[in-house]
């Protein structure tokens, strides 16, 4: 069941502490859609901004990996917004693949809208991690 939706204004998100934490960015909209993720400290983890590049073609904005603190508490802050820094609506569930109850990779997916048709297509973001590396 998803969650939301609530304002793009400060959802939390906890990951494994340690994990290496795989994300992509995509736009479905006219408008430029932001993404921020900050640590615990409030530092920016990544930022990604951009739209799509005919309006309404999903178009990728951004991509990369980064290792949530081993020593920290795997909790983040994700802010989703548009460019004129109204924050967004969003939704989210997340993905597990598992056998015999170990749960080998999991994945965040959060969609937004940004305005009044509802379509929560207008950025979609994904946050994976495998449990095991290497």
Known sequence: MSNGPVSGNGIIVTVPPGSMIFWSAVAQAAFTQNI????????A?????GQSSDGHSPTQFGQGMFQADPNGTGVYTLYIGSGSGTWQQVIWDEAILSQSGNNYFSQLIYVSEDGADQDFNDTCLTLGWFKYLG
């Open 36 to 43: 921020v993720l900050n640590d615990a400290t409030g530092t």
């Open 45 to 49: 983890v990544f930022k990604a901004s």
